[in-house]
Nanobody
C-alpha cells in the first residue's frame, strides 16, 4: 500500500506558475508516477507521467512545453512544475502511482494506476 499526499495547489493569475508536490509513503523508485486532473463537470484526464528511474516522461498535448514532471527518489517525491497557466488548467490535480518492474516505463491511462492521492486544487484566474 502506498499513500500519496499532494500539496502546492492554490489560486494563481493567468500566466503564472505553480509547483505541485507529491509525497509518497513508499520508495518511489519502484513505481511509475503520474499526474491527472479533473475540472468541474469533466472527467479525470491525464496530465503527465514519469518512469521509475526518471528517464522517461510523457505529457498530454495540452500541457506539453508548459508543464514538467520530475521526481526525487531519495525523497520519495514527485513534482509537477506548471508554467504559463491558463484558466483551462483550473482543476483538482491528483498524484498517482503504480508498481512496475520495468524501470523506464510510463503510463497514461488512469486505469493503470493503483494508488491515488486526495488531490490539490489549482485555480487559475483570468
Amino acid at each position: 500500500q502506498v499513500q500519496l499526499v499532494e500539496s502546492g495547489g492554490e489560486m494563481v493569475q493567468a500566466g503564472g506558475s505553480l509547483r505541485l508536490s507529491c509525497a509518497a509513503s513508499a520508495r518511489t523508485f519502484d513505481y511509475v508516477m503520474g499526474w491527472f486532473r479533473q475540472a468541474p463537470g469533466k472527467e479525470r484526464e491525464f496530465v503527465a507521467t514519469i518512469s521509475g528511474n526518471g528517464g522517461n516522461t510523457d505529457y498530454a498535448d495540452s500541457v506539453k512545453s508548459r508543464f514538467t514532471i520530475s521526481r526525487n527518489n531519495g525523497k520519495n517525491a514527485v513534482y509537477l512544475q506548471m508554467n504559463s497557466l491558463t484558466p483551462d488548467d483550473t482543476a483538482v490535480y491528483y498524484c498517482a502511482a503504480t508498481s512496475s518492474v520495468i524501470r523506464d516505463s510510463t503510463r497514461r491511462r488512469s486505469s493503470e494506476y493503483a494508488y491515488w492521492g486526495q488531490g490539490t486544487q489549482v485555480t487559475v484566474s483570468s
